[in-house]
């Protein structure tokens, strides 16, 4: 009996070890800016999925294309009918490791790391590296943040000419993910 009762406690232990190594949020925040000189158009999506897995230093993101909103409704509407054809291609995702994992610290102040991994966008998949922090909360959440740059054209994103001039073709995009113990 005794020892079943100390199997079970190394049992519960192991998983909530492996349990504690896990993080997810639905309510991730991704945002996208393209500047022109004739007009600047920003969209925000809040609600990203994803998981970062301290264990391993995996992590993921999914997201619906259709769930950015713009300040004005024609530009959502041209964002999802021609140019990332969301009904076509209705999510983009990202899969990844954390560059050096096994040298990496999480603390309360931000963590520079580099996540390299397979970025799809508008049914291209594409390898990147991608500068980032993260860094311990004081509610023991995790929070992620990363800014860069991704070219349009590498992602097949067609721009008819009549609005050529109206959008970029480097579009700066910026992750903040605040990620919960599983």
Same mark, same amino acid.
């Not at 199997?7 to 945002?31: N, P």
């Not at 619906?64 to 291609?89: D, G, I, P, R």
């Given at each position: 009996?005794?020892?079943?009762?100390?199997?079970?406690?190394? /049992?519960? /232990?192991?998983?909530?070890?492996?349990?504690?190594? %896990?993080?997810?949020?639905?309510?991730?925040?991704?945002?996208?800016?393209?500047?022109?000189?004739?007009?600047?158009?920003?969209?925000?999506?809040?609600?990203?999925?994803?998981?970062?897995?301290?264990?391993?230093?995996?992590?993921?993101?999914?997201?619906?294309?259709?769930?950015?909103?713009?300040?004005?409704?024609?530009?959502?509407?041209?964002?999802?009918?021609?140019?990332?054809?969301?009904?076509?291609?209705?999510?983009?995702?990202?899969?990844?490791?954390? %560059?050096?994992?096994?040298?990496?610290?999480?603390?309360? %102040?931000?963590?520079?790391?580099?996540?390299?991994? %397979?970025?799809?966008?508008?049914?291209?998949?594409?390898?990147?590296?991608?500068?980032?922090?993260?860094?311990?909360?004081?509610?023991?959440?995790?929070?992620?943040?990363?800014?860069?740059?991704?070219?349009?054209?590498?992602?097949?994103?067609?721009?008819?000419?009549?609005?050529?001039?109206?959008?970029?073709?480097?579009?700066?995009?910026?992750?903040?993910?605040?990620?919960?113990?599983?």
């Amino acid at each position: 009996m005794k020892n079943i009762t100390v199997l079970v406690l190394i /049992c519960m /232990c192991s998983i909530t070890l492996t349990h504690a190594q %896990k993080y997810l949020t639905r309510t991730g925040s991704i945002s996208f800016f393209s500047a022109t000189p004739l007009e600047n158009i920003e969209a925000y999506n809040n609600q990203v999925s994803g998981v970062i897995d301290l264990e391993n230093g995996g992590m993921a993101f999914t997201l619906l294309m259709k769930a950015f909103t713009f300040e004005k409704a024609l530009m959502q509407e041209h964002f999802n009918e021609k140019y990332v054809e969301s009904h076509l291609y209705p999510k983009a995702s990202f899969k990844g490791n954390i %560059k050096d994992f096994d040298s990496f610290k999480l603390g309360s %102040k931000p963590a520079d790391i580099i996540v390299s991994g %397979k970025l799809s966008i508008h049914g291209v998949t594409k390898d990147v590296s991608i500068p980032a922090t993260l860094m311990k909360d004081k509610n023991g959440n995790i929070e992620g943040k990363a800014a860069f740059i991704i070219d349009i054209q590498e992602y097949e994103i067609k721009v008819p000419s009549a609005v050529r001039k109206n959008i970029a073709d480097n579009i700066e995009i910026k992750v903040n993910m605040v990620y919960e113990e599983m």
